[in-house]
């Protein structure tokens, strides 16, 4: 969903809120939403 998000609206600022961090081979927050603004 992600990637379609972007592909849809590639100038939009995109914001994650998460409790938990995910860094997994597969999967992970920073790849899909970018790098931290504040923890």
Do not use: Q, V
Not at 16 to 29: A, C, L, P, R, Y
């Amino acid at each position: 969903m992600a990637k379609n998000m972007r592909d849809e609206l590639p100038n939009a600022a995109f914001l994650g809120f998460t409790g938990t961090t995910i860094d997994k081979k597969d999967k992970s927050t920073i790849r899909t939403f970018g790098s931290y603004i504040d923890s």
